[in-house]
């Protein structure tokens, strides 16, 4: 029985130095964040509305006939409904932040994934490994990060 051993090359990156050295995914990420902070705002002041309407009714209930509490009640319901589906159809699982991430951040972080993927091959690594978001990296000798690399066959200089 005969073992052959082959020495495999490691390397990580940073993805989040490499992102924030490339001046397109600022800029992507400055639109996202004003869009995100834009449709929060409007659904913050939807659920002020049915906050103040609430408060209102419950002001007034006690000198209101049955129909009207009945129609207050319904309009508050609606109002609470309606700003629900603002939230979820701006920041569901696939609303609308997603859409826009998936636009304006993904085609950015293909391009990291690529200049990787050409980094790699041309130094043989068998695995990159990427320090950034929460990994399980617990130690990573700087010898072995690629990061600039990375950045240099993007066409960045690394700041």
């Known amino acids: 029985m005969t073992f052959v051993s082959s020495a495999q090359k490691y390397g990580y990156i940073d993805s989040e130095f490499i992102l924030n050295n490339v001046p397109e995914y600022k800029e992507a990420k400055e639109r996202l964040d004003k869009l995100a902070e834009r449709w929060t705002k409007e659904i913050e002041e939807r659920y002020e509305i049915v906050k103040q309407k ?84 617990v130690f990573a000798d700087s010898k072995f990060d690629i990061s600039d690399e990375v950045l240099k066959e993007m066409g960045y200089t690394p700041k």
């Open 54 to 137: 609430k408060e209102n009714f419950l002001r007034e209930e006690d000198l209101l006939p049955a129909e009207e509490k009945v129609k207050r009640e319904e309009e508050i319901a609606k109002l609470e409904t309606e700003a629900m589906e603002m939230q979820k159809t701006r920041f569901g699982v696939s609303g609308d932040y997603f859409q826009k991430r998936q636009e304006l951040i993904k085609p950015i972080q293909d391009k990291v994934y690529e200049a990787m993927q050409a980094v790699a091959s041309k130094r043989n690594y068998s695995f990159i490994f990427d320090k950034a978001n929460q990994s399980n990296l």
